[in-house]
């Protein structure tokens, strides 16, 4: 049996834990929630909540299901109370990364964080095919962390990672730095910058006269078998034509120094940017 501690529990992302998490009997689940919104989305799901003290002074596992922003200050008032021996979960690598949790030597930190499901992979009921996100029907791998704490730790960490996430595929175990790395600068930095540019040229054609229900078709096939070539899983290469182009594409639409985003010092100053909410263009 383990008592889990979540602190935002009442949140998005914390209810979606919760629900994983309350199907397994064994688990005790001490739910910590501030709002009155989260504390009655706690309630319509017939659970009650916990008071934060009480929660801190009897968990085992503390997950901190809270945003970016607000991850660091939290810690550092909370994470004082919890017992030796306590694992200490975040579900995103930018509060870890950045350096904002507080130092204690006798609790673990473990640092989560779902993949998503997989854009290539096959989804049999709609319930799946509406699940973007991951644990409420589609399955998705997740990667996984110990920054610190005893070993044995990390297993403990992952089955409650596997069963928050559920259903997961496959669980990669690797550091908080190469966490950083995928999220935010492969995924977000980069993956969401170039994807709203996708998004962009879609409604600069539209601007320039053509349908919608064309662009937007045109768009989405085109965006299904490139993807598909680039990543080397459709069993052909692009035309001749269109490498050509791409490149002149590339040339007008990236700087040549790109890549530097992810030297060591970028990757920690991106996830110091989110934590401090501010932009440096």
Not at 46 to 72: C, H, K, M, N, Y
Not at 85 to 112: N, S
Not at 172 to 181: F, G, L, N, P
Not at 236 to 260: H, M, N, R, T, V
Request: include cysteine; charged fraction near 25%.
């Amino acid at each position: 049996m383990a008592r889990i501690a979540i602190l935002g529990a009442g949140g998005k992302m914390g209810c979606r834990l919760t629900d994983n998490l309350k199907i397994n009997d064994a688990h005790e689940l001490l739910l910590v929630e501030v709002s009155e919104t989260g504390r009655q989305q706690i309630a319509d799901r017939g659970l009650s909540t916990t008071e934060q003290a009480s929660a801190l002074e009897r968990a085992e596992v503390v997950i901190l299901a809270l945003p970016d922003r607000l991850l660091g200050s939290v810690a550092r008032e909370v994470v004082a109370y919890v017992q030796p021996g306590t694992i200490v979960i975040t579900l995103d690598p930018a509060a870890a990364h950045a350096g904002e949790l507080p130092e204690r030597g006798d609790i673990t930190y473990f640092v989560t964080h779902p993949c998503h499901p997989n854009v290539f992979d096959h989804f049999d009921t709609q319930p799946e095919r509406d699940d973007f996100f991951g644990g409420a029907g589609a399955r998705q791998a997740i990667v996984c962390a110990l920054m610190q704490g005893p070993e044995e730790h990390y297993a403990i960490g992952e089955n409650l990672a596997k069963e928050f996430y559920r259903p997961v595929t496959r669980s990669h175990r690797i550091t908080v730095e190469q966490m950083a790395i995928l999220e935010p600068t492969m995924a977000e930095t980069c993956s969401i910058a170039l994807i709203r540019t996708l998004r962009n040229v879609l409604e600069e054609a539209v601007s320039r006269g053509v349908p919608r229900a064309a662009a937007e078709d045109f768009m989405y096939g085109h965006i299904r078998v490139e993807l598909g070539i680039a990543f080397g899983l459709a069993p052909f290469p692009f035309s001749d034509g269109a490498q050509l182009i791409s490149a002149y594409g590339e040339k007008q639409l990236l700087k040549d120094d790109w890549k530097k985003l992810f030297d060591p010092e970028s990757v920690k100053q991106q996830t110091k940017m989110i934590i401090e909410g501010i932009s440096q263009q």
